[in-house]
């Protein structure tokens, strides 16, 4: 049982915490970034209120494969692994090509 809760609370943390990039990007003045210690200039965004909306529901969409290995873990330990290791592994590589293609949308030619 114990192991149960701890998968369930590290999965929700990390759920909670990708949801709350998504509300912060979402309600961001200037654009969101994606890599850590890169900056997207406004210059460089068309619509940098809606290239924020979409970086936070990417961001909130990304939250679910967490909340899902959370939920999961309580019934099914395999499971939760299994939605664990998705979204580290191929929830990424969507979470990168949607930033790119987000970027690239309202990137300014």
């Not at 990039?21 to 309600?27: H, M, S």
């Not at 494969?65 to 873990?73: E, I, L, M, S």
């Not at 191929?90 to 293609?101: D, E, I, K, Q, T």
Request: proline share 2%; net charge positive.
């Amino acid at each position: 049982m114990a192991g149960k809760l701890i998968m369930w609370a590290v999965s929700f943390g990390c759920g909670i915490l990708f949801f709350a990039i998504g509300v912060y990007a979402r309600n961001r003045e200037k654009p969101m970034w994606f890599w850590s210690g890169s900056e997207v200039c406004a210059s460089q965004i068309s619509d940098v209120k809606q290239y924020n909306r979409e970086n936070g529901v990417m961001w909130k969409l990304y939250s679910l494969w967490y909340f899902a290995a959370g939920t999961a873990a309580i019934w099914n330990a395999v499971l939760a692994l299994v939605f664990l290791v998705s979204g580290c592994t191929a929830g990424m590589v969507l979470l990168v090509a949607s930033y790119h293609r987000i970027f690239n949308k309202y990137r300014v030619p």
